[in-house]
Every structure is written in C-alpha cells, then in structure tokens.
C-alpha cells in the first residue's frame, strides 16, 4: 500500500504521507485516480488499479 501512495502522490492525488494504511484520504486519492484511468471505481488497491498505477 505505501508504494502505491507514493505513486499517488507522485501522480498529484494527495494521500498525505505514504503510511502503508488505507485511510480515507488514501481512498480519495485511489477513486479520482480510477476515474482518470476510466477503470472501475472502487476506492482501493484491486489489480486494475495496481497495473494502471505501474504504467
């Protein structure tokens, strides 16, 4: 999860500070990036968003 945050915010979707923990700025952050990527929006970490996250 901390790596995927640091990609996050790396991508400008703020989650604070890449803590590992799937609190609700992380979630946030991983549905307005799903919603970029026209991928489904769930607010978490599933594999769409871990691939779409590695491009």
Do not use: C, H, W
């Not at 915010?9 to 307005?32: F, S």
């Amino acid at each position: 999860m901390r790596e995927a945050q640091e990609r996050l915010n790396a991508q400008g979707y703020d989650v604070g500070t890449p803590d590992g923990a799937a609190g609700p700025r992380t979630a946030k952050a991983l549905r307005e990036f799903q919603k970029a990527q026209g991928i489904p929006v769930t607010g978490r970490l599933d594999t769409a968003t871990q691939g779409a996250l590695s491009r």
